[in-house]
């Protein structure tokens, strides 16, 4: 009888707990799409960042912005694409940073280049930060249990 009311109680439980849980997941937005906003900020945004770091021109301005729009929409559907491995979707979004990097940087003078330069080389620094903070709170957790 114990055993019984027992199992009763944890399977009431279980089931609470999955119905409570449901509401949470349907709001939740998708993995791909919370990533993929995630690492890349609104162009115009980008464009006022740069404008503002490299007294960008007007016609700058005009130059760059589409090459953001598209490095956008390119990196939007490497995400989107599920086909692709962890290591094929770092290599092609990878490739597209370069590729718009390089256009940008044709449309900048030299010294606004070696400022850009800079940039890129505290964000790649900052970035190897966060991936080695994520990585050793991942073994700190693992090496606990």
């Known amino acids: 009888m114990k055993k019984r009311m027992c199992s009763l109680a944890l399977s009431a439980a279980f089931g609470l707990g999955v119905a409570m849980a449901a509401p949470l997941a349907q709001n939740q937005p998708a993995e791909g799409s919370q990533s993929a906003s995630r690492h890349q900020a609104d162009p115009q945004e980008q464009l006022d960042r740069l404008s503002k770091k490299l007294n960008l021109t007007a016609d700058q301005q005009k130059q760059i912005l589409p090459i953001l729009k598209a490095r956008?929409?390119?990196?939007?559907?490497?995400?989107s694409d599920s086909s692709l491995s962890r290591e094929?979707?770092?290599?092609?979004?990878?490739?597209?940073?370069?590729?718009?990097?390089?256009?940008?940087?044709?449309?900048?003078?030299?010294?606004?280049?070696?400022?850009?330069?800079?940039?890129?080389?505290?964000?790649?620094?900052?970035?190897?930060?966060?991936?080695?903070?994520?990585?050793?709170?991942?073994?700190?957790?693992?090496?606990?249990?």
């Open 72 to 79: 956008q929409e390119q990196m939007h559907t490497i995400w």
């Open 88 to 145: 094929d979707r770092q290599a092609k979004m990878h490739a597209v940073r370069e590729d718009s990097d390089t256009k940008i940087r044709a449309v900048l003078t030299d010294s606004e280049k070696q400022t850009y330069d800079q940039m890129q080389q505290q964000m790649r620094e900052r970035e190897k930060e966060r991936r080695e903070q994520r990585q050793n709170s991942g073994t700190g957790s693992d090496s606990s249990k």
